[in-house]
């Protein structure tokens, strides 16, 4: 089957479903992921799919375009089918007055000050009551995903005997900022509980007060999607010349959604004293998830930020056509000297998991789940000021066999830690021993699984892991 790239979905919010026939994209198969990661590995992923073939699941979330949980689904639902579980992926719908709230708790839950207002939570709940009375789930999976919070309390209007829901958060949640929040914590409780358990993408994410298992499984890449597969030279600069931009001079470059937790106006600003000293261009590129209504309002700060200076290209990249933007930001990610990602808040930072993975040194910051993928001083470095982090863009651009010796590591890392087949195989394992009762409220409802040590990464040593 042909991947065509268009973000096609049905009237009813099905993006895929192979019981519908439609299956608008697709990964590669799965014997090409073997030169990747091995056959050992892609034996565990087989041994672990065996235990729920024929599984019925569903993945729900809030959009098909843009963002990593929607790029992650994009390979994720495809690879599960040929694993053998039934996956289908549907979309909720909602108003603009919806996402906009949804983007307030968002932003509340990774550490903004105010309250979810009471005429929020009356638009958020009419909108899920209206999502789950228009036949939202029409047959009976096994297994429901749900990722993130705007579509969570779907679990309250829609589970059946006999199912099995988890609730995967992929955002930079904050437990004692839940605390002090009464309002806001009650209201997210209430829909968690409901869940047979939840996924976080870190330990320091994880709720500890709600009652129902909890497991960290950490986000991934596709190797072989359009974002992340090799590029031949004359494809990365087909890009460059499309958007103006000079291959002869050292690229820094921030890619990803224009949103107000990504640190663009620390990397502007860093980028400024590196000009100052040698010759380089900014490049900014991103676009909007369709369930954030802040992107273009960051868009349109960073232009006037930046309209004066003719170094920068600041690049609005068309979502129109899913491949296309993806191949556009592998080039440009593969052209550029140094990546930044000084983000405020994040969950994870598939970016820098992109980054890494194309032998980037990447600087990013000291926050959330970003440790977890740079070792400050080996696989990238922790932005600190503007001044202390253009040092370090200096010196990467000044040393290049540091820098590239600084990107193999990356890369290995991630081929170790961050890849599709390998964290598949812990979602499968996880489904398994909610399903098989292994792991339930009833009996582990404080239990915490996490399949690799990710608590033990100390982020503030420079630590050798290869």
Request: with cysteine; proline share 5%; charged share 25%.
């Amino acid at each position: 089957m042909t991947d065509r790239g268009s973000s096609t979905v049905l009237d009813d919010g099905t993006v895929y479903s192979p019981r519908k026939n439609h299956r608008p994209f697709s990964t590669p198969p799965l014997e090409d992921y073997v030169a990747i990661v091995g056959e050992k590995r892609m034996e565990r992923l087989h041994k672990v799919a065996q235990r729920v073939k024929g599984a019925k699941k569903l993945a729900l979330n809030a959009t098909a375009q843009g963002g990593g949980v929607a790029e992650m689904l994009y390979s994720i639902i495809p690879f599960l089918n040929m694993l053998g579980v039934e996956a289908e992926w549907k979309i909720i719908r909602g108003s603009k007055e919806y996402f906009e709230g949804t983007k307030e708790l968002h932003n509340l839950l990774q550490g903004k000050k105010g309250s979810f207002s009471q005429e929020q939570q009356s638009t958020y709940i009419s909108t899920i009551e209206k999502c789950a009375s228009q036949n939202l789930i029409d047959y009976r999976p096994d297994v429901v995903d749900v990722h993130d919070p705007q579509p969570v309390g779907l679990s309250h209007y829609l589970r059946r005997p006999g199912e099995t829901w988890l609730w995967r958060c992929h955002i930079h949640i904050d437990e004692a900022t839940v605390e002090h929040n009464p309002d806001l914590w009650s209201f997210l409780t209430r829909w968690a509980e409901r869940y047979d358990a939840a996924v976080f993408s870190a330990a320091q994410y994880i709720i500890s007060w709600w009652l129902l298992p909890k497991f960290i499984i950490p986000p991934f890449i596709d190797p072989l999607s359009e974002k992340n597969r090799e590029l031949g030279q004359e494809q990365i600069d087909r890009v460059l010349h499309k958007h103006d931009i000079d291959p002869k001079v050292p690229i820094i470059a921030q890619i990803g959604r224009f949103d107000p937790w990504k640190g663009i106006d620390r990397t502007i600003a860093t980028y400024r004293r590196v000009r100052a000293e040698r010759e380089c261009q900014l490049v900014l590129a991103g676009g909007f998830a369709s369930d954030d209504p802040e992107g273009e309002r960051v868009l349109s700060r960073v232009y006037e930020d930046t309209k004066d200076d003719e170094n920068v290209h600041v690049l609005n990249l068309s979502l129109e056509d899913r491949l296309e933007n993806w191949r556009e930001v592998n080039a440009l990610q593969r052209a550029a000297s140094v990546i930044m990602q000084p983000s405020t808040r994040e969950g994870f930072g598939l970016v820098i998991t992109e980054a890494l993975w194309k032998r980037k040194p990447v600087i990013g910051a000291d926050v959330g789940a970003i440790p977890l993928q740079i070792r400050d001083g080996d696989t990238g470095y922790f932005y600190e000021t503007p001044h202390k982090t253009a040092q370090k863009v200096l010196s990467l651009l000044e040393k290049p066999k540091f820098a590239h010796a600084m990107g193999r590591r990356g890369r290995d890392y991630v081929k170790r830690n961050f890849l599709l087949p390998d964290r598949i195989a812990d979602h499968l394992m996880a489904m398994s021993m909610i399903m098989t009762g292994a792991v339930s409220k009833d009996v582990s409802s404080e239990c915490i699984v996490s399949f690799h040590p990710w608590f033990n990464l100390s982020k503030h040593k420079k630590v050798r892991v290869f």
